[in-house]
């Protein structure tokens, strides 16, 4: 057991591994690096609430189209308007807009929303995860 614990950062990992590092008492960091076949999907999916932190690590390990996890990925939609928030190439980048195919903090809701589908769970099994990593980090880094 690790004394005072911390994360394993954008985890890839195998099964055997996950479970080695879990035992030690580790927390897993995931993000779109960690969700690119269906192998990692199924990783993804044994990492127990209590263990689990969501990470975007922007502005890399994005989730791509071509990525295993992509189907449970939802538009981002603004919380003021309701509508899918705007992509603009970086040379033409407004203050109102995401860079189109860079990840973007706010993109740790897909992370969410990939990890929730990878562990089959519905839109309220989402809060629970969310609910989950949330507690894990404030707890861990004593926020």
Known sequence: QMRGGGVVHSFDGSAEELDSLLALGLHIGLNGC????????????????????????????????THAGHSHVRPLLSATSGEP???EKKERWRVDAMVKDRCEPC????VLQVING??????????????????????????
């Open 34 to 65: 960690s969700l690119k076949t269906a192998d990692n999907l199924a990783v993804a999916a044994r990492v127990p609430l209590h263990a689990l932190h969501l990470e975007t690590d922007a502005p890399w390990c994005g989730i791509r189209r």
């Open 85 to 87: 928030w705007p992509e």
């Open 118 to 143: 990878a562990r089959g769970g519905d839109v309220a099994a989402e809060t629970e995860v969310a609910a989950a990593a949330f507690a894990n980090s404030k707890s861990l880094f004593r926020l």
């Open 107 to 110: 993109h740790i809701v897909s």
